[in-house]
């Protein structure tokens, strides 16, 4: 029997600074729940085999497409297609709930110093 637990998300968040690092916060089936702090410009990826969703819960995130962009308010989500290059920007901190297959790597298609290949569960 599995211990069913109430997730909060503003006292998740306070248990990490780091930007760039998603921690674990939770599964649904074979997918993760993960809380990521944003801040600058990432590197341009894409996922081949997943979709990803960003859900962003404070501050405002840019991601940048290759033939346009979108840009994120707290409350708002959008879904990147498996395949879709894309460039998230953060020009203040945002704070990202992202919803991915356990098998998503946070840097994609593309290997460096910035790819965590072990996510923190908090």
Known sequence: MHTIEKVNLNEKF???CE????????QVNDFYVK???LQGEFIWHRHEAEDELFLVVKGSLLIKLRDGEIRLG???FVVI???VEHLPV???EVHVVLIEP???LNTGNVRNERTLAELERI
Request: net charge positive; no cysteine; glycine share 12%.
């Open 102 to 104: 356990a098998s998503t």
């Open 19 to 26: 930007h760039w690092s998603p921690k674990i916060v939770g």
């Open 74 to 76: 707290k409350g708002e």
């Open 14 to 16: 306070a248990r990490f």
């Open 81 to 83: 297609p498996r395949g």
């Open 35 to 37: 809380l990521v702090k």
């Open 90 to 92: 953060a020009e203040e």
